[in-house]
């Protein structure tokens, strides 16, 4: 089996959401005074690479701790959108990549509980046009989305992208994460290295440290040994 790493690194300089305070790291204990070394963490919940749950932005929602593991882990497939990078992904963009899903007889070994969209903006990650002209989902295709979560069959718990937000950074009223959430699926943002996955045949495993509206998650994918790029 090959475990591949789809999360960026958290540390103290990383690229933060506009707005959002820094990470910091503060020494609570040395070896030379205490026989240990630790440190404090300070980041915002929804830092780096990180889920954000239905109780983000739906009065009610379910937070991430009233969510099963299982909602956590589940076979994945990749969108390729890589001709949006910095561009809203549209219905129309979705379509043709959602149809083999919905075909009653999927080519796909398994039905993916998560749909990762490789948008390219990964290569802007750190440049400041990242979070303010990213890539992100028009409210159309967040809606087309939302609603695989109510087809029978499909099983779908959540999507994830290489990129800043499901939003544009001007949207205040956040409509893709609201026709996400609201559906009850779960969002993983500013994923990185999906161009190492194959288009389906994957584990998707995104397992949160936090309980509340969101957290920083380790997402990773995990390959049998046959599957081939």
Known sequence: MRIID????????????????????????????????????????????????????????????????????????????RARPGLPVTEDDLAPLLAPLLAPLSAYTATPAFLLLRTGDEDRWGDPAYYTAGAHLTPGAARLLGALSDLSGIGLSGIGLDAGSADPLSATELPAHHALLDAGLVIVENLRGLGQLPARGFTFLCLPVLGGDGSPVRAAALLDAEVAL
Do not use: I, K, N
């Open 6 to 81: 789809l999360s960026w690194p958290v540390a103290p300089g990383m690229p933060m959401f506009p707005g959002d305070p820094p990470v910091t790291l503060t020494p609570m204990g040395s070896l030379e005074t205490h026989g240990f070394v630790s440190h404090l963490a300070s980041l915002p919940a929804h830092s780096g690479t990180h889920m954000d749950a239905p109780a983000h932005v739906a009065r009610g929602g379910a937070a991430l701790a009233d969510l099963p593991l299982a909602r956590f882990a589940g076979p994945g497939a990749v969108l390729d959108l």
